[in-house]
């Protein structure tokens, strides 16, 4: 009676994750197919290699493009070094104490932190006490500072799936803790590393709110010459289009074919991070 009563509460959980599952992905579906029938015929070669021209009602993207993948550099190399490093800290050499578990608990909480507070912070902190101004270099920071709990969660995660029995190893033939954590830990922990840090990329790529106020711009007609210069970027582009442009309805194409850009971008850094960590895998097993 208790085997049949299993199998049922089996089934049922089961038909609802596959449920679940199958609402998620033809959402999806439909989202990107909404957004690529009314923004395919949007999409050329002077689409992508242009700037916005005629109050950017015509034109393509192609700042918009620089000025996103300008801000995620920034970004991996604020986030990811930092990251790593705590991450290092809380599960390596760091005890178990209340000190730990209120950092855990800190992290915790700045992941759920609105995007909009990182970039009201990031306004206040590096555009206005630091003196950035409106830049790359302050958006990237923000989104920096905002990626961070994302990549710290990760490589937390991926140096505790690491077998006890590899640094136990290590430290018999008698290498130090830290020799041990470099040429033994790391590696084994690197696709876990790799992968969270592009997810948390990827994340930034498509925030707005944090870079209105600390790096994008409405529009601009150079490209930035160093970090410290404004730039265009995706999300706020689309923003911009849809909200506040001069010809909101004459720009339709335009919105939802810069949409499906940022989509396309997104999805390729989530590929890549799958790819990567399966290499990174195959060469370990290997």
């Not at 290498?175 to 084994?188: F, N």
Request: with cysteine.
């Amino acid at each position: 009676m208790m085997d049949a009563k299993r199998k049922i509460t089996q089934t049922l959980a089961f038909i609802l994750i596959r449920l679940a599952a199958l609402i998620n992905g033809a959402a999806l579906m439909v989202m990107i197919y909404f957004i690529l029938v009314r923004g395919g015929k949007a999409l050329s070669w002077a689409f992508f290699t242009q700037a916005p021209r005629e109050s950017m009602t015509a034109g393509g993207i192609f700042p918009c493009i620089l000025g996103t993948f300008l801000l995620c550099l920034v970004t991996i190399f604020v986030a990811l070094p930092i990251g790593v490093a705590s991450a290092i800290y809380l599960n390596e050499y760091a005890g178990q104490g209340k000190v730990v578990r209120l950092i855990r608990l800190g992290i915790n909480n700045l992941a759920g932190v609105p995007s909009i507070v990182f970039g009201l912070f990031g306004l206040a902190f590096f555009c206005i006490v630091l003196k950035m101004g409106v830049s790359i270099a302050a958006g990237g920071l923000t989104l920096g500072i905002m990626t961070l709990p994302v990549v710290i969660g990760a490589s937390e995660e991926a140096l505790r799936a690491v077998p006890e029995t590899y640094r136990e190893a290590s430290l018999a033939v008698g290498a130090s803790k830290w020799q041990t954590i470099l040429r033994v830990v790391l590696p084994s922990a690197l696709p876990g590393i790799i992968t969270g840090s592009i997810l948390g990329m990827s994340r930034a790529a498509g925030e707005t709110a944090p870079i209105m106020y600390t790096g994008a711009v409405f529009f601009t007609p150079e490209l930035p010459g160093s970090i410290f210069d404004e730039v265009m970027a995706l999300p706020y582009h689309i923003y911009v289009l849809a909200t506040a442009g001069t010809n909101i309805e004459a720009t339709r194409h335009l919105q939802y074919g810069t949409a499906l850009v940022l989509i396309v971008l997104v999805f390729g850094m989530n590929v890549l991070a799958i790819y990567l960590r399966s290499r990174m895998r195959r060469k370990l097993k290997g």
